[in-house]
Nanobody, 115 residues
Framework: QVQLVESGGGLVQPGGSLRLSCAAS????????MGWHRQAPGKQRELVAS???????NYADSVKGRFIISRDNAKNTVYLQMNSLKPEDTAVYYC?????????WGKGTLVTVSS
């Protein structure tokens, strides 16, 4: 089993920045993919960004050039630096880790972009 704990959400004004963190614990395998998904009210959950243990990245078109995903393998932690935030980025952000074909999810952290 893997546990994921997110932190860093909150309220920010349009144009501002936030940094999300997600720490994994439990049975950790070196080959994995970690990432962030989000779900806005009334919408389906969508991929925001993902990063393999080999540092290959994938971003949603809506966040390219604004968000940066990174990880510290020694700490089993993934980060999401969110810049130039827009009201449409408002959502619950979920950390995700996939290893050995199993997908694990955090409980989510709320990001609200509003003036």
């Amino acid at each position: 089993q893997v546990q994921l704990v997110e932190s860093g959400g909150g309220l920010v004004q349009p144009g501002g920045s936030l940094r999300l963190s997600c720490a994994a614990s439990g049975t950790i395998y070196s080959i994995n993919v970690m990432g962030w998904h989000r779900q806005a009210p009334g919408k389906q959950r969508e991929l925001v960004a993902s990063l393999t243990n080999g540092f290959s990245t994938n971003y949603a078109d809506s966040v390219k050039g604004r968000f940066i995903i990174s990880r510290d393998n020694a700490k089993n932690t993934v980060y999401l630096q969110m810049n130039s935030l827009k009201p449409e980025d408002t959502a619950v952000y979920y950390c995700n880790r996939v290893q050995s074909g199993v997908s694990y999810w955090g409980k989510g952290t709320l990001v609200t972009v509003s003036s």
